[in-house]
């Protein structure tokens, strides 16, 4: 069945450094990469995502870049400051499925101070 | 305020007990959904519905059942729950149609199974 993988699972850096979290999916039609930021005790909330006709998007400090033919995507963060750790995850979904998305394990990601 | 409530946050119960969590929303959303969060594994999604009376299995839907009468609620029914069933569970609610779109989470159900 359709699977997203993602490492790593958990991630510690300095405050100011950057982190980087990978993503590989298996369904070749999926088109849409979301990413969600999981605080402890809430529901994750989306905080970027990408379409497969784009093959980077920047938000501030936070990027997406996606490889189609290698089906990769990654989520890159600069300037990191404590209160984004966190935990986020992935996922991949066919747009025209109306909402059903595949979600990868999670990062753990730590940002000491 | 936007919002995907839940209820209760945290429940413990015993084996074969059925109950329920309430799962509601205030955004006219079509499209809602409930996950199941474990260590290691993400978030796998239970069942979801396309709109009222339009519900469908997800991934592990087994020993779960749901519900669309209304628009704005969809409970998630343990009918006879197993302590497998231990779990984190998320509701989520977006818009559908033609395309996907942002999901908004509830805050989580924490339930312990004995």
């Known amino acids: 069945g359709e699977n997203v993988e993602q490492h790593p699972s958990t991630l510690s850096v300095q405050e100011g450094d950057s982190a980087v979290i990978k993503c590989t999916y298996s369904d070749s039609a999926s088109n849409y990469f979301p990413w969600y930021k999981q605080e402890l005790g809430k529901g994750p909330q989306l905080i970027i995502d990408i379409r497969s006709n784009v093959g980077e998007k920047k938000d501030q400090r936070i990027a997406v870049t996606l490889n189609k033919t290698a089906k990769h995507f990654s989520l890159h963060i600069t300037e990191t400051q404590p209160e984004d750790s966190a935990v986020y995850f992935c996922a991949a979904s066919r747009f025209n499925q109306g909402g059903k998305l595949i979600f990868g394990q999670g990062t753990e990601l730590s940002v000491k101070p | 305020e936007a919002q995907v409530t839940q209820n209760p946050r945290y429940l413990i119960t015993v084996t074969g007990k059925k109950l329920t969590v309430t799962c509601s929303q205030n955004m006219n959303h079509e499209y809602m959904s409930w996950y199941r969060q474990d260590p290691g594994l993400g978030l796998r999604q239970i069942y979801y519905?396309?709109?009222?009376?339009?519900?469908d299995k997800g991934d592990v839907p087994e020993g779960y059942k749901v519900s669309r009468k209304e628009k704005r609620n969809f409970p998630l029914i343990l009918e006879s729950p197993s302590p497998n069933q231990t779990s984190l569970y998320f509701c989520?609610?977006?818009?559908?149609?033609?395309?996907?779109?942002?999901?908004?989470f509830g805050p989580g159900t924490r339930l312990t199974v004995t």
């Open positions: 989520a609610s977006s818009w559908s149609g033609q395309g996907v779109y942002e999901q908004y």
């Open positions: 519905s396309m709109n009222v009376e339009v519900t």
